[in-house]
């Protein structure tokens, strides 16, 4: 894979992520999910252990 094709893929899994983000947050919002948010510290703690910098 070219250097070209690997940062459009990655662009483009970021924008997904950012829209699937924008949807959750709104849906949540909306119902008053506020425990929801809880979620990301799970999430952010998941991640951080995935990834080996």
Known sequence: MS???IRHLIAF???VVAVLIYVSAY???K???W????GLI???FIV???VEA
């Not at 425990?35 to 809880?38: E, G, L």
């Open 3 to 5: 250097d070209k094709f």
């Open 31 to 33: 119902n008053g999910w």
């Open 48 to 50: 951080y252990g995935l």
């Open 42 to 44: 799970a999430v952010y």
């Open 27 to 29: 849906t949540a919002g």
């Open 13 to 15: 899994i970021g924008f």
């Open 35 to 38: 425990w929801t948010s809880v």
